[in-house]
């Protein structure tokens, strides 16, 4: 049996998959989040989304695409892992993650299709088409400046191509490397970790979300208190401890996660 049935609860609350119906707003992942859906809806260009690892950039994707999936006028695109070897490679997945055909296949071949596409769509369909691109920091010097290309097109009240990219902020010094491409940024907006009120908060969401009535019922004050000092306020890591802390309830027939239940799995705590 599952732990989560054992509990009394609906669903599984900490699982560190990018599921929207979890996702947590604190104050930082709710105005990145406004902020995104604003900029797409004006067509501004190039958004940027900063972060650490498991501070929710993922998570924030997801949510993105839940709020424009009953609108058809806008396009969504998505790369998870942009490592591309290549700026051919990189625009080959391009032209067929669009469903466009080229007559022939070179690289100028693919740019000059793409210019097709994104015109076609934009101006002759008064389509919005949004790449998302996760995991920004692993893009090359090469392919960054093929994302410099295609925000070139524009008319002359919105650009063609709404680009969205979730990024550690290592990739910030290659995009300053680029001649004219950071003053193509529309919005630039760093994701930061939970403070202690949030962890709290965050714990209570997701255990509601799983079908609990009385979230706070689970986990003592002290117990969020550690989670907090030992996570510091990572949302992956929020999610892993609490896991683990669940799982070690039912494993030793309690009813409460309390500071000895979270001092106990510290050692566990994997870097995320």
């Known amino acids: 049996m599952s732990y989560f049935n054992a509990l009394g609860l609906e669903k599984e609350p900490f699982s ?3 599921d929207p119906e979890f996702f947590y707003r604190s104050a930082s992942h ?3 989040l406004k902020r995104l859906e604003i900029s797409v809806r004006l067509r501004r260009g190039l958004n940027l989304i900063l972060g650490d690892v498991g501070t929710g950039k993922t998570t924030l994707s997801r949510a993105l695409l839940q709020i424009f999936k009953d609108e058809s006028d806008f396009i969504f695109h998505m790369i998870l892992d942009p490592h591309y070897k290549s700026e051919y490679q990189f625009l ?3 032209v067929r993650m669009f469903g ?3 007559a022939f296949k070179s690289t100028l071949d693919f740019k000059e299709a793409l210019q097709k596409y994104l015109f076609q769509k934009s101006i002759d369909e008064n389509k919005t088409i949004i790449l998302l691109i996760d995991e920004g920091q692993k893009m090359t010097p090469e392919n960054l400046e093929v994302l410099r290309m295609l925000l070139n097109y524009e008319t002359n009240e919105f650009k063609l191509l709404q680009l969205v990219i979730m990024a550690q902020v290592e990739l910030m010094p290659r995009i300053k490397r680029i001649r004219n491409f950071i003053d193509r940024i529309a919005l630039k907006y760093t994701i930061n970790p939970l403070d202690e009120a949030e962890t709290k908060e965050m714990i209570g969401f997701r ?3 799983a079908g609990l009535n009385n979230p706070h019922s689970l986990f ?3 117990a969020v208190q550690l989670v907090y000092q030992y996570t510091q306020g990572y949302p992956r890591k929020i999610a892993m401890l609490c896991h683990d802390a669940l799982e070690s309830i039912v494993m030793r027939d309690l009813s409460v996660v309390d500071a000895r239940i979270i001092e106990s799995l510290r ?3 994997k870097e995320v």
């Open 16 to 18: 560190t998959s990018p």
């Open 30 to 32: 709710d105005t990145a």
């Open 220 to 222: 003592n004050d002290e």
């Open 100 to 102: 466009i055909t080229p």
């Open 92 to 94: 080959l997945s391009l």
């Open 207 to 209: 255990l509601r979300q």
């Open 267 to 269: 050692q566990d705590l």
